[in-house]
């Protein structure tokens, strides 16, 4: 759990939460990184990995450039010894050690979380002033970063024309400050931040959250709606004995093209069904990553996965998966990678153990493992690897 110091847990929900920013001296007291520098770079090398490369050439017009991964080793050895930064998206995903530092956030629910993106900065690396659409924790791993916040022009016209990078062109500094190692910076959206590594090997954990635009909303709902056809009822008329003008939209013409999407919008089961299929969606990113379903000849029968369960550590799911569950009727409904999960036979609290935990020990699932239903349902997870043995 992050170790919010002077405050409160109920505090920084309530005051700070998507409201503003508030630095966190030592943050995670245990912390020991798991990754190194080396092993960093030697991500951005992989094909189906994101990465880039943010350089800046203080003396030159324009100061800004990106580079794309995937690199090679011939990529770092020509950087200059100054001002540039490597990032690398969805280290979560690949490094077990890292993704286990999710349960440190685990007061947000885990849908809302996008990834763990991990930066490293030579002396005056930095991605430039910019902010972003999403909350974010800045986890100072190694070194030391100064940052500069503002709240004024973070708007989408404020930019350097001319600039893959969407680097702020006006940023009026309101507060300035510097993360030690072991320090972390809390940012709600549209909080612009200037970040400056003062030391020779910065590193920067950021655990990013997924923000929604009211338009990816829109598109969604009526994408669910299409595919499952839950919206067929009919436009109706207002009453027309009043009609004068054959050309004119009346107020009661559109008011009732209004209320036919009110009326559907009011169907809770149908949002709420839609929402956690929408919450629990994957990025194109975590669907390639996602591993292939075993085959018939690589999975066991469900009599020996059962024996080698019972015989095991317990369960971890797969870093790319998304899980949720909701109450829906007089009971749960399971969301998994943007789908409904059928469950309508499982025991309730395994569907809960397995959705809110990425590691499930062996001690906590054997109390369901005499019901057939609740073996058939670890089973069809495994064979697609989306829940594994330790």
Known sequence: ????????????????????????????????????????????LEEDVESRLVIKKPDSQPEWHLRRGPFSEDDFQSLPEKYWTLLVQGVDRIVPE??????????????RIDDVMIS??????????????YDVFLYQALGQREWALTTQKCTTDNYIPDLELRIMNEFAVEERF???????????????????????????????????????????????????ESFKNLYRDPNWSELKNTAEISSGAWQNAQNLLIDMLKNDEMIKSWFGCFATRLDQSAEQQLPEALTEEEFCSLEDFITDLKESDGLERNACCRFAYQKIGSGYQLYINGCEWPVQDCTEGLI???????VVEIGDLVPYLDSSANQSFLYELSKLQWLNLI
């Open 352 to 358: 809960t153990l397995i959705a809110n935990n990425r």
């Open 1 to 44: 759990m992050v170790h919010f110091n002077e405050i409160s847990l109920a505090t920084f929900l309530s005051d700070y939460w998507q409201k503003k920013p508030l630095v966190i001296r030592q943050a995670l007291p245990q912390f020991i990184n798991p990754i190194s520098p080396d092993e960093l770079a030697g991500l951005s």
């Open 120 to 133: 490293f900065a030579s002396q005056n690396g930095s991605v430039g002033p910019h902010y972003d659409n």
């Open 98 to 111: 890292v993704y286990a530092l999710l349960d440190h956030f685990d007061f947000i629910p885990q849908w």
């Open 178 to 228: 510097i993360l030690e190692e072991g320090d972390m910076l809390y940012l709600p959206p549209h909080v612009g931040h200037y970040g400056i590594s003062l030391s020779d090997e910065c590193m920067t954990y950021s655990f990013g959250y997924r923000s929604y635009q009211g338009q990816e909303v829109l598109d969604s709902l009526g994408e669910y709606i299409a595919e499952n």
